[in-house]
């Protein structure tokens, strides 16, 4: 093993804006003390209840990614395992969530953004 997942670093105009969002659908902490990182004005932190890092860095110039446009693509997702797709569909439409895909696919996942207009999808366990 060269190295240890440390987090994932997302680009975003409104980094705290974001960590709270995502804070509240993982059921996560936003900028929870850590010496690895500053939380500030350009620095957001999320650490989830499963140990993962979630890191929102400000972008002024930020793109949205414009589904399913490959000339602006999603450039990565998350994945967020659920047991109830409707209940958490409601969930995260209620904290500010679009939905992208209209339905559940053949896999149990859905497609919707975050209040940046990233894509993520909540997938069946």
Request: glycine share 8%.
């Amino acid at each position: 093993m060269i190295a240890d997942l440390q987090c994932v670093v997302l680009d975003r105009p409104h980094p705290a804006r974001l960590a709270e969002f995502h804070a509240a659908a993982l059921g996560g902490e936003a900028d929870r003390p850590d010496k690895r990182w500053a939380p500030g004005e350009d620095w957001a932190t999320v650490h989830t209840q499963t140990g993962l890092a979630l890191c929102f860095q400000r972008v002024e110039e930020f793109s949205p990614p414009a589904w399913p446009d490959p000339a602006r693509p999603q450039q990565f997702h998350l994945d967020f395992g659920v047991r109830d797709l409707d209940r958490a569909q409601e969930q995260v439409l209620a904290l500010g969530a679009t939905v992208l895909d209209g339905g559940t696919d053949a896999r149990g996942r859905r497609v919707f953004a975050d209040p940046a207009g990233h894509p993520f999808c909540l997938v069946r366990h």
